[in-house]
């Protein structure tokens, strides 16, 4: 069950706060509590599922906002002291958008969608700095939960997309090296399905399904 599908069980929008989630289960818990409906077992199936929605929910809203006013911003080029000293010193150059291929080598890459509640802002700036984390010590599973339910929270935010394409590359190269060639194409095609327009990461994924075929055995 991932966060899609908790949010859908229990009725809610990805933007919903975590008092509505609250709400949402008491109600649909008191609805298909088996109490209510004894020998029904398909509303105890249903409660079950209600109950693992919440409980799945709240621990993933409850990860991602802890302590999370206390998070100080991402540093950006012209904030550190460093690039300052070495900017007074060159001439001034344009600022290109970040290849997002850089996600976990460079923390200092990081944008807020306009339109973002300050809550959802901090919710991705905590997440991003978890992403990174994740992807260096190869935790492809919990950054794959963790993006995916980040989308689904702020669906609006294109960056979060491009996080999470680059997310299903590398645990598709992973399994490649692991000799899952089956799983690595899925993995693959779903970034491509992604971020179909992100050139950079298109030639490394393909780059692995030609390293595929000459691993794969013909």
Known sequence: MNIGDCYQILGLSSNATIAEVKNSYRRLARQYHPDVNPGNSRSQEQFIQINQA????IH????????????PAPQSAENSPTETRQKAAQ?????????????HESPLQFQHHPNLSE??????QRAYVQLQQLLKYQRFARAIA????????????????????????RMG?????????????IYLKKAIKTDPLNRSLLSEIQKEF?????????
């Open 60 to 71: 993933w809203l409850a990860q991602n906002s802890q302590q999370i006013a206390g998070i």
């Open 210 to 218: 030609w390293r595929l075929q000459t691993l794969v055995p013909s």
């Open 146 to 169: 963790l993006v995916e339910g980040l989308v689904q929270r702020i669906p609006q935010d294109t960056e979060v997309r491009q996080w999470q394409a680059i997310t299903y590359q």
């Open 119 to 124: 809550f959802d802002k901090l919710l991705k």
């Open 91 to 103: 001439p001034a150059a344009s600022n290109p958008t970040p290849e997002v291929g850089a996600i």
């Open 54 to 57: 919440y409980q799945n929910l």
């Open 173 to 185: 190269r992973y399994l490649i090296d692991m000799g899952d060639f089956e799983k690595a194409q």
